[in-house]
């Protein structure tokens, strides 16, 4: 991309790609924000073998572990740290483990004899992109690695599923950004480097996480025991956040108010304790006396419209 060749130009240090980046002088907030994601790059790169002459066995990420050294405490003989993958490899790319001062953990010998070693490749080992297969680069799969998400096993998370709802769409974003972990209640602002008390404006005693928002706090418990849930939906209440939202969400169950199904209370129950949490965040006051009937009311007036829309059509 012409725009990063110009940064790297502009702001990069003779040194290798693989080096810290040091900024000459001052520099623009673009490459400050570059330079903040440094780390989440550097967790995502990995060194490809072809002779092992410019990777350091100790100390570059160039298996499935990382780094050697990052699960190896043992300590090392003088200057053994300073070995490179080469040092182990014959003239036929087999390993060779003579020059080792001890013998690795049987699961570790395990991946690096896992490792496809291309003898036929350029001499110079190649820096690929650890997180897609193919391994290159994409700001998707790195947004998904600074969120701690699997990126190779994208079943491991998804919220592609929330845009099937049937719901308004404010509503839908909301339990997108849930999803990611991305609205701000004062934990989440708290992990971003805003220097705020993250206790929860509501009961005043626990940090204020969207889980304890949702549903752990006193008052998240009081309204959803007097919406009245469904014997089917209650040990959902102990799942981890996104099992618990899924489930609720897209379950079959009636609720006990209207003939509603549970799923349109429960989108419009948690709207509601957003709704509630900011007016007394920021107006110190209740949305309104009965947040329930709120809610109940806000989801008959959405299901029967939308019912009614599709008997018309």
Known sequence: MPWAKVLRGKYMS?????????????????????????????????????????????????????????????????????????????????????????????????????????????SEDLIAWASLKDGNFSLKSAYMLAKGLNV?????????????????????????????????????????????????????NHPESIVHLLRECQSSVSFWNKLGLHSKVIQSFELPLMEWLHFNCTCSFPSKHLGIPWKVIFIFGLWTLWLNRNSMAFRRKQQSLDIMQSCIAKAAKFHFLVQGSRSHS
């Open 152 to 204: 190779l096993n994208p079943h491991t998370f998804s919220a592609n599923w929330i845009w099937k709802l049937i719901a308004p769409h404010k509503i839908l974003i909301f339990l997108w950004l849930c999803s990611y972990n991305s609205i701000p209640v004062r934990e989440v602002l708290g992990s971003r480097g805003f220097t705020i008390n993250q206790s929860c404006p509501l009961c005043n």
């Open 14 to 122: 003779s040194h290798s790609s693989c080096s810290p980046w040091l900024s000459r002088g001052t520099c623009s907030r673009t490459w400050a924000a570059c330079k903040a994601a440094r780390p989440t790059l550097d967790s995502g790169l990995r060194k490809v073998i072809s002779s092992g002459n410019s990777t350091s066995f100790w100390n570059d990420a160039w298996t499935s572990f990382g780094t050697l050294r990052s699960v190896i405490s043992s300590p090392l003989n003088f200057q053994e740290d300073q070995r490179l993958v080469a040092h182990f490899l014959d003239s036929n790319g087999t390993w060779s483990w003579e020059n080792l001062s001890f013998i690795l953990p049987q699961p570790l010998l395990a991946a690096i004899n896992a490792i496809p070693i291309n003898t036929g490749l350029p």
